[in-house]
């Protein structure tokens, strides 16, 4: 088997993410987002990338012998599951005393426990672990948004549903509208408030500001148990065909919905026992 350099299999799983977003219908794509990003909480935004591009539905993946410690067998023939870790070196720092520092980051194999020999009872993904009450409180989601992200207020005469203010690093939302619109708007100014920021330093266009934010409150909604259409203007295939900068994407929409589910989960979120 001809040796595979980390930069080919890098650029190789990359272009297998925009494949499959380019394959999975706006419903079933949501689906797959909000897995992502609910299961793989302790992963960083970019192998929650890499492992989408991989293996979109898994939900705990380890390495071959965490899974041994844990009791199970990865199974015969599966194919590894490649994601970033730190390659940490020994060094001595000025006091004389000896510590680990990262000094690079290599690819590693890990598997799905669906990939085990685990019971299907066992692979079950927790995903409707998180449900959000029936009625959410706009005013109250507002609040705790204000004091995590980027203040909000309500207002009137406005005609959008809500609006970032980059410079002012705040929110505004339509007070005449319904509550659910709000809270769509909420998230999607949050999103913006993340992700767009005075500081933020990539240069984006309008449209891929746009699709990240409107991604990012359709996945946090379908999250908190909101029953959403994907609008097809948010379609993530829609953006182009270029892998770089669908794998971004999925990325910072990552990083946007955990902030914002982190900033509502004291008011918002339910744990079902
Ligand atoms: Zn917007």
Same mark, same amino acid.
């Given at each position: 088997m001809p040796k595979t350099s980390t930069k080919e299999r890098y650029v190789e799983i990359v272009s297998r993410?925009?494949?499959?977003?380019?394959?999975?219908?706006? #419903?079933a794509l949501l689906?797959?987002?909000? %897995?992502?990003?609910? +299961?793989? &909480?302790?992963? &960083?935004?970019? +192998?929650v990338a890499m492992i989408m591009a991989q293996?979109?539905?898994?939900?705990?993946?380890?390495? !071959?012998?965490?899974?041994?410690?844990? *009791?199970? #067998?990865?199974l015969k023939g599966e194919r590894a599951i490649w994601i970033w870790a730190p390659r940490l070196k020994k060094t001595v720092d000025e006091n004389g005393e000896e510590k680990e520092v990262i000094a690079g980051f290599r690819l590693v194999p890990v598997f799905d426990i669906t990939q085990t020999d685990a019971t299907p009872e066992e692979t079950q993904h927790p995903m409707? #672990? %998180?449900?959000a009450p029936d009625?959410?409180?706009?005013?109250a989601l507002a609040r705790a948004i204000s004091a995590k992200i980027a203040p909000v207020t309500f207002v009137t005469g406005i005609h959008a549903n809500g609006l970032? !203010?980059? @410079? #002012?690093?705040? %929110?505004?939302i339509n007070r005449n509208i319904p509550p659910a619109a709000q809270l769509h708007a909420l998230f999607h100014e949050a999103a913006h408030a993340v992700l767009h920021g005075k500081d933020s330093a990539k240069d984006k266009d309008r449209k891929r500001l746009?699709?990240?934010?409107?991604? &990012?409150?359709?996945?946090? &909604?379908?999250?908190? *148990?909101?029953?959403? @259409?994907l609008a097809s203007s948010t379609y993530l295939a829609s953006y182009g065909t270029k892998p770089d900068e669908l794998f971004e994407i999925v990325q910072d929409v990552t990083a946007a919905v955990r902030a914002i589910l982190a900033a509502v989960q004291p008011v918002a979120i339910t744990k079902a026992a």
């Open positions: 993410l925009a494949e499959r977003l380019t394959d999975t219908g706006p #419903q689906d797959l987002l909000a %897995i992502a990003m609910v +299961n793989l &909480s302790r992963y &960083s935004p970019l +192998n293996r979109p539905d898994a939900t705990d993946v380890r390495g !071959y012998r965490t899974w041994k410690k844990a *009791g199970k #067998q990865v409707h #672990q %998180i449900t009625h959410l409180d706009p005013h970032y !203010y980059r @410079d #002012q690093h705040r %929110i505004e746009e699709l990240e934010a409107e991604t &990012s409150a359709y996945v946090v &909604s379908h999250i908190l *148990g909101f029953e959403v @259409d």
